[in-house]
C-alpha cells in the first residue's frame, strides 16, 4: 500500500491528504436541514448529514489527490450512526481508488492492540470464517505504550500489505509537554551519549521497526510529525530516512508551505501534508466566499488546487 | 461519579473492577455456536456471541462489584455490529447500577480529543437537539499529546460529573520504552533537580489536573498504573495523593494481590484493580474447571470471591 500512495502521489503530482474531519459547524446549513427532515435531529440525522458533505467533497475532489484521511473521532461523537458513516466514507473513498488512511490513534497494550489492528486492517475469525471490520489502508498508531503496543499493528500490515504512521511529534501547542521532553540515552539509541527529546527517540524507533517493513523506495511503517514544528521535522526526515512522513497542522493550525520543505526528500517524496477545515470547510473562508454554501464542494476543489500549488512552490523554492 | 464508584467500593467490599474484554476464545462455544446459528459466522453473529456471554457474567456478579471495565478494542475489532454490542453491555451494566470504565484509550489534538470526550462521556449538538453516544461513566485517557489533549476531557467531566484515568505507567513489559525514561527536569516539576522517569512527571501532571477536580475525597481525575509495577506504584500514589489509581495486570498478566497493597491508602480505597480474563474466561482455568463451560458465569463469580478474598488478605497482612 506504500508504493500505491507513492504512486499516486507522483501520479497527482499532490502530496497531500485531505482530511475528511465534518465536524456539524463545517457542513452546509441546506445539508443538515435535508437530513434533518429525513431522520429527525437525531445521531442518524447527523450521520446522513457528515456522509452526503463527505460525498459531495470526494465527489468533487477525488481525482486530485492520492489519498484521504478520516478522523474517527469526528464520527465516533456520533455514536454507532456516527461509525455507520465513517465506515461508509472509507468504503466510498476506497471504491474511487483513494488511498485511506484512518486516523484512529489507537495502542493498547499488545493483546489489546492486536485487536485494534485486526479491527482497523486486517480480519477477524468468526466460527471459521474470516470477516473485516473497518478496513482502511493505513491508520494512525500511538507509541506511548511501547513496542508491544505497536508490534501487533505491524505483524497485520505485514499480512495484509497496509501500513501506519506512529505518532512522533504531534502538530498540537502542548505536543512538546511529553515529546519535547529531553531524556538520557541508553545504549543502542542512535547519538548515544547526549540527551535527546522524546520525539527523536520514537524517531529512531520508528526507523528500526521500518526498516523490516520496506516496500520499493520507502517502508510502510511511517511517522506524523506536525507542520507546525518546521525544524523538528527536519531532525526526523534524517533520522528517518525511510519513513514516509504524515504531516498534519497545514492551514488553519498554522503551517505555511515553506515550513514544509524540511520533511520533503530532494525528488519532493517522503511526505504527505494533511489539511481538514482549509479544504472540507474552504466556503467559510473569505478567499473562497464567492462559492457560497451551495457550492462548497468546488470551493473544495479551489482550496485543493491552491494547496497543491503552494507546496510545488515551496519545493521549488528551496535552496 | 467519583463519590458513585468510592461509595459503591465501601459497599461491597471490593476494590474491583471487572474487565468486559470478550476475546472469541473465552466465549464458551455452546454461546457461539447459538449466535452462529441465528446470524451465521458473520460480525453480527460474533456481536450476538459477545453480547450473551457478556449479559451472563454480569448477571452472575453485578452484586458483588462496583464497576465493570470494557475494553472497546474487544468490540471495535467486530466493526460496527461489535461497536452495538459495546454498546448495549454499557447500558445494561449501567442499568444494573454498575459504575462502567470505558477502556477507549484515546487522545488526541484539542478539537479532536474534544469530540472523543462528548461521544463517550457528554453530549453532541444536532441541530437544537443534545444528543448522547456511548455514554461510558469514566474513560481513560492517553497522555502523549499533552495537555490540550486531556483537558477537553476534563472539561466534560466537569460539566457531566464523570471521570478519567490518564495512562500514566501501564501493566505491559514494554511500558518502560518510553514511561521509564529519564528525563531532565523542568521548573514546575516537583522534585527539580534529578532526572526523572516519564511517569513521574506525568503523575505530577494527574495531580496538578485533578487538583480543580475534587469530588469528596477523591479527584475525578484517576491515573492507570499497572499491578505488574509495584515499586512505581508506590511512589505514584505519593504524586498523586488524590487520584483514584485504575490498576490493570493482575491476574493473567502476572500482577499479584500482595503486589497491590502500595497502590492504596491506608483505609484499604485510593485503587481499584481491574482484572479481565482472571475472571471473565475463570471457567477455562484448573481452579474453575469443575463448573465447566456450561456454567461459565458461576466460575466467574467464584473468581470474583477469590479475588476479593485475595486482595482483602494482603491489605490486612501489610507491616
Redesign the interface.
Known sequence: MINKLVDKIKKTEAPIVVGL?P??KFVPEHI?KKA?AEYG???K??AEAIWQYNKAIVDSIYDLIPAVKP?I??Y?????E???AF?KTVDYCKQKDLVVIGDI?????????E??A???LGQ??????M????DEDFVTV????????VRPFIKVCQEEKKGIFV?VK??????????D????TLEGDGGQGA?RP?YE??GE?VAAWGAECMGESYSYIGAVVGATYPEQGRILRDIMPKAYILV?GYGA?GGKGADLVHFFDRDGLGAIVNSSRGIIAAYQQEQYAKYGAENFADASRAAVLAMKEDIAQALAGRA
Do not use: W
Open positions: 474531519d465536524t456539524m443538515q434533518y435531529e437525531t445521531m440525522g447527523a478522523q473521532a469526528m465516533e461523537q456520533f455514536g454507532i456516527g461509525l455507520i465506515q490513534k489507537r495502542g493498547d497494550i499488545g493483546s489489546t492492540s485487536a485494534y485486526v479491527g482497523h477477524v475469525k468468526v466460527g471459521s470464517t470477516c473485516r471490520g473497518f500511538n507509541p506511548y505504550l511501547g513496542s508491544d503496543g505518532l504531534t502538530s498540537n501547542p502542548s505536543s512538546g509537554e511529553l515529546q521532553r529531553l531524556v538520557r540527551d522524546i527517540i520514537v524507533q498534519p493550525q
